[in-house]
């Protein structure tokens, strides 16, 4: 705590006073052109990963970047999807997995977890990137297992964003961009996937025009 203490006062004195006029403007509302869903895991830190600004990105996090499809499960995730989408207009939305995820590791070994209720039930949303790993990777070893269980997993969970009304009704309304994202930990590079490709490609080697990049 002591730490967390020394870095709010470092913020007040030193990096506060440097944007005190872009805190103020925030005050008053805010416009992002993205929504940012992504896992819980601390070493995830999307405004580093972007290099983006305080208003730039709307950030939701759980614990695998799941997003459960309309209906099968009405809590924040769901909520945030729809006020980003709804009230703040974002153009796009960003699903980012990454590599040496807990949950991809839970669900590859479930008994690890047996005994946290609450995590082995959000295990469920994860069950097609299981199924289909199981059919893909016989014989392979367990990290080559989990790294290929994030991938599904993001694919899986941009198929069930695409169930929101909210997310489906912008898409043919204003052009709304979904992206499927995986970050590698160990090296910083993000990989996207590309319809073109049928993989994930590193996302510095594509064109920076905005089509170009979207999933859908």
């Known amino acids: 705590m002591r730490k967390l203490v020394s870095g709010y006062k470092k913020f007040r ?12 403007r925030l005050a008053c509302g805010q416009q992002p052109r993205s929504l940012f869903i992504t896992c819980s895991d601390s070493r995830i830190v999307p405004d580093m990963l972007m290099q ?5 990105l709307f ?3 759980n614990a695998g970047n799941i997003i459960p499809a309309h209906g099968d499960h009405n809590g924040g995730v769901s909520a945030t999807i729809e006020y980003a989408v709804r009230v703040l207009e974002v153009k796009h939305i960003i699903v ?3 590599s040496d995820c807990g949950v991809m590791h839970g669900l590859l070994h479930p008994e690890r977890v047996a005994k946290l209720p609450n995590v082995s039930n959000w295990l469920q949303y994860g069950a097609r990137a299981r199924a ?3 059919e893909i990777c016989e014989g392979h070893s367990d990290a080559e297992k989990v790294m290929e269980l994030a991938r599904q997993n ?12 909210s997310v489906a009704a912008a898409i043919v309304k204003r052009g709304l961009q979904l992206h499927s994202w995986m970050y590698q930990i ?16 590193p ?3 594509m064109p920076i025009d905005e089509p170009a990049l979207a999933s859908v």
């Open 52 to 56: 983006s600004s305080p208003g730039e």
């Open 186 to 201: 160990e090296d910083g590079e993000i990989q996207s996937w590309s319809k073109d490709h049928n993989a994930f490609i």
């Open 13 to 24: 004195t030193e990096v506060y006073p440097s944007h005190e006029e872009d805190f103020r």
């Open 203 to 205: 996302l510095d080697t």
């Open 59 to 61: 950030i939701c996090r």
């Open 132 to 134: 289909v790993v199981d």
């Open 96 to 98: 980012c997995g990454h």
């Open 154 to 165: 993001v694919l899986a969970q941009m198929d069930n964003l695409k169930t929101h009304p």
